[in-house]
């Protein structure tokens, strides 16, 4: 559904990492850097207030979760959100039910990972259940992924004026 920008004056965002992302910093730093996930979340915080101003939003709700049991992941989505960050992790490549949540939600979301995953060794991650459901998705920058899906996911709403 469709309105004017008025009616999404402050978007609400969730940002969420699913299995071991709360381990950063202690992962191999060739494919997740060496900032922890406090630190990438609190760059988030950092850079809204610039964004938000940019796409014409008095702010942005930004809601942080992470977890390493799926079923709990899974119920982090609703349509309370405006819009989603999404690193699932290694569900990316295992969960049907992710991404049967998120295609029955229609919740615009973006897909995001530290790593450049078409340049891992193992195939299998090169295979995303969540992509097809997704605006889009970024890779492979480190903690720059999640800042451009910041600044990705505001443009969006604010080019489809989409309701809170
Ligand atoms: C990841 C890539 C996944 O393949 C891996 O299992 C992760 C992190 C990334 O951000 O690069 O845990 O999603």
Request: net charge positive.
């Amino acid at each position: 559904m469709k309105t004017n920008l008025s009616s999404l004056k402050k978007p609400s965002i969730l940002v969420a990492n699913g299995v071991n992302l709360d381990l950063l910093g202690q992962r191999p730093s060739q494919y997740y850097g060496k900032k922890c996930l406090s630190d990438i979340n609190k760059g988030l915080r950092k850079i809204e207030p610039n964004l938000s101003k940019l796409f014409g939003f008095s702010s942005c709700d930004l809601t942080f979760v992470q977890s390493n049991c799926e079923s709990e992941f899974i119920s982090f989505f609703s349509t309370e959100y405006s819009a989603a960050i999404i690193n699932p992790g290694a569900w990316t490549h295992t969960s049907l039910s992710l991404a049967d949540r998120l295609e029955a939600l229609n919740l615009p979301f973006i897909e995001v990972h530290l790593s450049n995953l078409a340049l891992r060794k193992e195939r299998v991650r090169s295979i995303s259940f969540i992509r097809p459901h997704a605006i889009g998705s970024i890779c492979g920058f480190g903690y720059i992924s999640y800042e451009s899906a910041l600044f990705a996911i505001l443009a969006f709403l604010k080019e489809n004026h989409h309701l809170i």
